[in-house]
T-cell receptor, first 114, second 113 residues
Framework: AQSVTQLGSHVSVSEGALVLLRCNYSSSVPPYLFWYVQYPNQGLQLLLKYTTGATLVKGINGFEAEFKKSETSFHLTKPSAHMSDAAEYFCAVTLTGGYNKLIFGAGTRLAVHP | DTAVSQTPKYLVTQMGNDKSIKCEQNLGHDTMYWYKQDSKKFLKIMFSYNNKELIINETVPNRFSPKSPDKAHLNLHINSLELGDSAVYFC????????????FGQGTRLTVV
């Protein structure tokens, strides 16, 4: 069975500092991996995804993530945090092929301080 | 143009009532989903339809009944509402059922009192 673990339910950074949100997954077959962002009272928006190919994936708003199979990780980073990055971030996994469903992690709330 | 739209955005109702949430997508996608987000922000899939056919049905009480009149619409009807049904319900769509990647609506916050 697939699962996703996000380390740290709350992360706080200063504006301009590095953002690192951690995600580890468990999957018996090669997964597709996703990061979604949820702003207050909004739906989820896709930040980036990994399916196949290059393991370093660039997304919107300056975010990127690296798929590390040996570590079963897909951590999200951004070199310099902006106040507008404050939101809830969800890592998700799905199986390759077949009828897929997103399996979400518990989410990490990112706070950005001036 | 809203890609995935849900109505209503907020729904407050009493225990025992029956309510429906409507969802429409204008992306031309074949697959639609209902996800539930609980009070702790945890997201879990409930149902998925591909071209009006039910393809994923998670362990959901049978008080919840999805209906897809066409591939652009997926409605969720809930009978005999309970306090524990209070949550945010998200509709989503994807181009194909194997995509995984989904486009989400704004959510419907259901509060059962």
């Amino acid at each position: 069975a697939q699962s996703v673990t996000q380390l740290g339910s709350h992360v706080s950074v200063s504006e301009g500092a590095l953002v690192l949100l951690r995600c580890n997954y468990s999957s018996s077959v090669p997964p597709y991996l996703f990061w979604y962002v949820q702003y207050p009272n909004q739906g989820l928006q896709l930040l980036l995804k990994y399916t196949t190919g290059a393991t370093l994936v660039k997304g919107i708003n300056g975010f990127e993530a690296e798929f590390k199979k040996s570590e079963t990780s897909f951590h999200l980073t951004k070199p310099s945090a902006h106040m507008s990055d404050a939101a809830e971030y969800f890592c998700a996994v799905t199986l390759t092929g077949g009828y897929n469903k997103l399996i979400f992690g518990a989410g990490t709330r990112l706070a950005v301080h001036p | 143009d809203t890609a995935v739209s849900q109505t209503p955005k907020y729904l407050v109702t009493q225990m025992g009532n029956d309510k429906s949430i409507k969802c429409e997508q204008n992306l031309g996608h074949d697959t639609m989903y209902w996800y539930k987000q609980d009070s702790k922000k945890f997201l879990k899939i409930m149902f998925s339809y591909n071209n009006k056919e039910l393809i994923i049905n998670e362990t959901v009480p049978n008080r919840f009944s999805p209906k897809s009149p066409d591939k652009a619409h997926l409605n969720l009807h809930i009978n005999s509402l309970e306090l524990g049904d209070s949550a945010v319900y998200f509709c989503a769509s994807s181009q194909r059922p194997s995509d995984g990647e989904a486009f989400f609506g704004q959510g419907t916050r259901l509060t059962v009192v």
